[in-house]
């Protein structure tokens, strides 16, 4: 049984540029949260989706980032026009279908955006 | 303003002794407290969590110890290894299918 998949695992973008990072969920995963680690730091959370819908997207900056998960394909964060301070480690973690409170986020290995 | 307060930032032991990271948090309506542990360049992994409603979990090696009324909850690591190396993240979430909130972390270097 496959983990939690992200790619690419290394981004280099240039200002300006747009990144797309993509995460595919843990099989039979239905929810799907993006988390951004600054370096020395804790991960903060971004948003929450399930298929086809965006459940919370308190954490993400209005302007620029905006993120997806269709009914066919990976989930999709994606940043326009990045500027040096977007430069962080994205996770992506899934969950399954709540059952109770069971509900493990489990964590991909990471897709680390650099802007030069 | 930050729910999750992790301490030490940094923690050295020796190569058999007892690892103890401690976290505090302030919002009465988290219910499930996972620590995740984190190599370089890996995501993090879940090592063992706990609910409100036991004052402690061990699974092989590993301890937490809950107190509700002080609102703190820590990590033990009975036999620390030079494997155990690594940054160690306590968190905390409201229910099922909200966010995890994060500690800053704590850098664990065992030494032989």
């Known amino acids: 049984n496959a983990g939690v998949m992200q790619n690419p695992r290394h981004l280099v973008r240039r200002r300006g540029q747009e990144a797309r990072l993509r995460c595919s969920p843990m099989?039979?995963?239905?929810?799907v949260y993006w988390y951004r680690q600054l370096p020395e730091e804790g991960l903060k959370f971004m948003v929450y989706?399930?298929?086809?819908?965006?459940?919370?997207e308190s954490g993400m900056p209005k302007e620029r980032f905006s993120a997806e998960f269709p009914k066919e394909g990976p989930s999709i964060l994606r940043i326009q026009q990045v500027v040096r301070g977007d430069s962080a480690a994205y996770f992506c973690?899934?969950?399954?279908?709540?059952?109770?409170?069971?509900?493990?986020?489990?964590f991909g290995p990471g897709t680390r955006l650099t802007v030069l | 303003q930050q729910q999750v307060k992790q301490s030490p930032q940094s923690l050295i032991v020796q190569k058999g002794g007892i690892s103890i990271i401690n976290c505090a948090y302030e919002?009465?309506?988290?219910?499930?407290f996972p620590w995740y542990q984190q190599f370089p360049g890996k995501g993090p992994a879940l090592l063992i969590a706990?609910?409100?409603?036991?004052s402690e979990k061990k699974e092989g090696r590993f301890t937490i110890s809950f107190n509700k009324s002080a609102k703190q909850f820590s990590l033990h690591i009975m036999d620390s290894q030079p494997g155990d190396s690594a940054t160690y993240f306590c968190?905390?979430?409201?229910?099922?299918?909200?966010?995890?909130?994060f500690g800053k972390g704590t850098t664990l270097s065992v030494s032989s």
């Open positions: 706990i609910r409100p409603d036991v």
């Open positions: 919002n009465t309506a988290f219910d499930y």
């Open positions: 973690a899934s969950s399954p279908q709540l059952a109770g409170t069971t509900d493990t986020q489990y």
């Open positions: 989706l399930q298929k086809e819908n965006i459940i919370d």
């Open positions: 099989k039979g995963h239905s929810h």
């Open positions: 968190a905390a979430r409201r229910q099922a299918g909200t966010a995890l909130i």
